[in-house]
């Protein structure tokens, strides 16, 4: 596999960024998670990073090199983290659970499926065109489908931010898969939470991704969003590829730091810029857990490993 990847999250003006992203990696497949702990319940962060991790570890434990079913393995992993929330509440003693919006995509053999909970989303484009995005989870999109709302409404009807479908909460997640999609050199997966999208339009959205690398593309939607939400701004945060096949040959021009391939990794080697879990006993996280230095401290790892795997095979 060759693709492309950047993320990036900015607190925005809350006191605690819940946002969480990262991705995984193997030779034949590539897993991409964000979360958007629910600022309405105590520690959402934590719902989001137990949810990252629990999602990552199955990922590891069954991509041998890839998943033999992605639609059932994404079902089964929010499930699991979901799980894992409760288990993390009744540890700590919490007085509610914490919750979290969830959305994953499974990359592998030139096919992206996705799941989601919530409104975290996913925006598949290319050339400039979303292709599809996922439909949140909200009471207003609900109104939407059934007419008794229109789309134009999405950013300002009153019931915008009520949410029917998460992890964490007393009832079951119910985990929407998407079918796979067969994605083309040059395509685009966005992952992002609603500090970033309920700020620019899709075709804004679209327009800004396209014109430029992720490396670039991100922060720039970033800064957008930011600037549009001025000081009351939400957790704003991205995690975008652009897919460049799963071959050797590039069809996006010569490889540059920003490309990552995995043709010269062994079979039983997985790669992760997704945290630990918090430790038992450890208190809440109240910064920011995902600064620049931690991000460029992840991918240089990474980058590491894939030298020296592609050395031990000369």
């Not at 409760?86 to 053999?109: D, S």
């Not at 985990?175 to 796979?180: I, L, M, T």
């Amino acid at each position: 596999m060759q693709f492309s990847v950047y993320q990036e999250s900015h607190i925005g003006g809350r006191k605690v960024n819940q946002d969480r992203m990262g991705y995984s990696f193997t030779r034949d497949a590539l897993l991409l998670v964000l979360a958007d702990g629910m600022g309405g319940h105590l520690h959402g962060e934590i719902a989001a990073t137990v949810a990252l991790q629990t999602i990552s570890t199955m990922f590891q434990q069954q991509a041998q090199p890839y998943v033999k079913k992605p639609q059932r393995f994404l079902e089964e992993a929010f499930h699991a983290a979901h799980r894992d929330i409760h288990q993390y509440r009744v540890a700590h003693q919490l007085a509610e659970t914490p919750r979290t919006t969830i959305v994953a995509c499974l990359v592998q053999h030139n096919t992206a499926t996705w799941a989601h909970c919530g409104d975290s989303r996913l925006y598949w484009m290319r050339d400039g065109q979303i292709l599809a995005r996922t439909r949140d989870h909200s009471h207003v999109e609900s109104l939407i489908a059934r007419g008794l709302a229109q789309p134009s409404e999405r950013a300002t009807h009153p019931d915008r931010n009520k949410l029917f479908n998460c992890l964490g909460a007393d009832s079951l997640p119910k985990v929407e898969v998407s079918a796979g999609a067969g994605v083309l050199p040059g395509d685009l997966l966005l992952l992002c939470s609603d500090g970033l999208w309920s700020m620019l339009p899709d075709d804004d959205l679209a327009r800004r991704m396209q014109a430029q690398t992720v490396v670039r593309a991100v922060p720039d939607i970033l800064q957008a969003a930011l600037l549009a939400a001025g000081g009351a701004s939400d957790n704003v945060t991205a995690l975008a590829i652009m897919w460049q096949g799963s071959s050797v040959v590039d069809n996006m021009g010569p490889i540059t730091a920003t490309v990552i391939s995995t043709e010269a990794l062994p079979q039983d080697l997985h790669s992760t810029t997704i945290r630990d879990t918090p430790a038992a006993g450890a208190a809440p996280a109240d910064t920011d857990a995902f600064d620049d230095d931690a991000i460029e401290k992840a991918i240089a790892e990474i980058r590491g490993a894939i030298e020296k795997s592609s050395q031990i095979l000369k």
